[in-house]
């Protein structure tokens, strides 16, 4: 089993910045991709940005393309989703998620291990 720890959300003005944090524990040895996800209230969970663990390949939504970067630290077992220039359409709960298959994480169905999930509002 892999625990996932989602932290970082927060309120900020749209053209603001946050970093989210998500840290691993448990069986961190076998995760293959980790991710972020965001959820707006009544709409579908949306992939957001993935990066492969060992070798660091990345996929990202297109309206999140140069303002968010993910980014990961092997020694803490952490992944980040450094967001810029957040804008209203931005308010979600964010969730992290990890797998330990060989997928290329853009969808939920690709992930075996979620967050509890941290809330982003942008005001504009």
């Known amino acids: 089993q892999v625990q996932l720890l989602e932290s970082g959300g927060g309120l900020v003005q749209a053209g603001g910045s946050l970093r989210l944090s998500c840290a691993a524990s448990?069986?961190?040895?076998?995760?293959?991709?980790m991710g972020w996800f965001r959820q707006a209230p009544g709409k579908e969970r949306e992939f957001v940005a993935t990066m492969s663990w060992s070798g660091g390949d990345t996929y990202y939504l297109d309206s999140v393309k140069g303002r968010f970067t993910i980014s990961r630290d092997n020694a803490e077992i952490t992944v980040y989703l450094q967001m810029n220039n957040l804008k209203p359409e931005d308010t979600a709960d964010y969730y992290c998620?990890?797998?330990?298959?060989?997928?290329?994480?853009?969808?939920?169905?690709?992930?075996?291990?979620w967050g509890q999930g941290t809330q982003v509002t942008v005001s504009s």
């Open positions: 448990g069986r961190t040895l076998s995760i293959y991709r």
């Open positions: 998620a990890a797998t330990n298959t060989v997928v290329a994480g853009t969808i939920p169905d690709d992930y075996n291990y």
